[in-house]
């Protein structure tokens, strides 16, 4: 049976684990949040370049054709 000292040894090694993850989890969340956010201007500006290409005739009669 373990002891009361290798019991909390055991536990704190698991928590010091748990927080480590826990940091390491919370910086690639904020590394692709990042990325993420860098994507939505490229994003918006496609959006709005389709909009206008939908306008154009050809394009729309070309896209109806598929």
Do not use: H, Y
Request: a negative charge; aromatic letters at 2%.
């Amino acid at each position: 049976m373990a002891t009361p000292q290798e019991l909390f040894d055991e536990t704190k090694t698991r928590l010091d684990l748990n927080i480590a993850k826990a940091q390491i989890l919370e910086r690639e969340i904020q590394e692709k949040v990042a990325e993420k956010n860098q994507l939505m201007q490229p994003i918006m500006e496609d959006q709005g370049a389709l909009k206008q290409l939908e306008k154009l005739s050809d394009v729309v009669q070309l896209v109806e054709s598929k």
